[in-house]
């Protein structure tokens, strides 16, 4: 076994966990609303309903709140997102920037001796919004008096945890549209959003022109994808962690010309050996191969998800596209994941994830031994 499998099951959980992707979502949701695509659709959200209950986790990621927030139709979003929130209990993946800081130290530690020891890992499941963008847990909460709080807390319609589940619902379905413009005088602007994604892919599409044009060769493509990916994606919080280890990154791989080879081997395997970016560097590298194939939003966010997911999940259910992208690069097997496309080939899979799941037992849902999880509309709210 390389060192690329023996990472892998280091930074994975202890609950079972399951990444699904966007389609099957909606999927389950219009079987949910009784209107299933396929007969069968029935039956799956039936299992992972079960699955959920007794502790297998199905985490959302940021992704999945970008993906769902640009969906047009808030009935279709409310729709989707209860599904979401039924099955998933609101957990979700840690921000992408903790998760990846840590696997870089590991990296550094592998590959450079700093810092000495390997670093504890993160935990990994959280629950809500400000755990899967920011990687840190919030929550709605009653502060002052001990005594007041107690008596405020009396007076609640529900609990403050039913409170909290029912927010964070409520953030992932995302505004009515008759709530936007009150939004937007708060500050709501998800137009700066879009458009600094639209940065991403235009660098995309600038690698794939030079493609085209004959600038890059085939050979060299996959280095190219991992130093575009590494700089462009990942390059302040690398520099941040040398400074922070007295490295300098000229001094960890090298500029001497007589040396490149050797140097552009070492900084491959550094980037290698980091799951998240290998997963990208991956899906990108076999996307450009194909120059029929343009750029879109879609693909740069299956990837971002697909980052996230891979490395800490033990299924994850992608797209086609993504799936073929997956098995042509091996990533996964070398992670040790297991990446499938279809929901009959998901089911297949829950009988040791569900025994697994009983076995481990504590905290089902992520709210704690003792909380249920409950989408009821608070009173006096209307939606």
């Excluded at 696997?103 to 499941?125: D, S, Y």
């Excluded at 007589?258 to 980091?274: G, I």
């Excluded at 998800?305 to 098995?327: H, I, N, Q, T, W």
């Amino acid at each position: 076994m390389d060192a690329k499998s023996r990472a892998a099951p280091l930074l994975r959980p202890s609950r079972p966990t399951i990444y699904l992707d966007l389609w099957v979502w909606i999927r389950l949701a219009k079987a949910a609303q009784g209107g299933p695509i396929h007969p069968g659709d029935l039956v799956a959200l039936e299992a992972l309903r079960a699955a959920s209950r007794v502790g297998v986790a199905f985490p959302l990621s940021a992704t999945h709140y970008e993906e769902l927030h640009a969906i047009t139709d808030p009935r279709q979003r409310l729709d989707v997102a209860r599904t979401m929130a039924e099955i998933s209990y609101m957990r979700t993946l840690r921000s992408p920037s903790v998760l990846v800081r840590h696997q870089l130290k590991c990296a550094m530690h592998q590959h450079l001796g700093r810092p000495a020891f390997r670093p504890k890992g993160p935990e990994v499941l959280g629950i809500g919004v400000q755990w899967a963008f920011v990687g840190e847990q919030g929550r709605l909460t009653l502060r002052g008096d001990d005594e007041l709080v107690a008596q405020m807390e009396k007076l609640l319609p529900i609990s403050l945890t039913e409170l909290n589940q029912w927010a964070e619902f409520r953030v992932l379905a995302g505004p009515r549209d008759e709530d936007v413009p009150g939004l937007r005088v708060r500050g709501y602007d998800p137009e700066s959003v879009q458009e600094k994604f639209k940065s991403r892919i235009s660098y995309e599409m600038d690698l794939a022109t030079q493609i085209a044009r004959g600038a890059v060769k085939r050979s060299e493509l996959r280095v190219v994808v991992q130093a575009r990916e590494l700089s462009h994606e990942h390059l302040p919080q690398l520099s941040e962690l040398f400074a922070e280890y007295n490295l300098t990154i000229d001094g960890a791989f090298g500029t001497d010309p007589r040396r490149a080879k050797r140097n552009r081997k070492a900084l491959s395997e550094f980037v290698d050996s980091v799951p998240s970016i290998r997963v990208a560097v991956d899906l990108k590298h076999h996307y450009f191969r194909n120059a029929q194939k343009p750029w879109s939003s879609n693909a740069v966010r299956d990837i971002d998800a697909l980052g996230a997911a891979l490395p800490y999940c033990d299924v994850v259910v992608a797209d086609k596209e993504m799936g073929s992208l997956l098995s042509r690069s091996k990533v996964a097997d070398d992670l040790g994941m297991t990446v499938v496309t279809t929901l009959p080939a998901l089911l297949d899979l829950l009988p040791p994830l569900v025994e697994r799941a009983n076995e481990l037992g504590g905290d089902r849902t992520g709210w704690g031994n003792s909380a249920g999880f409950r989408l009821d509309t608070p009173p006096g709210f209307q939606f």
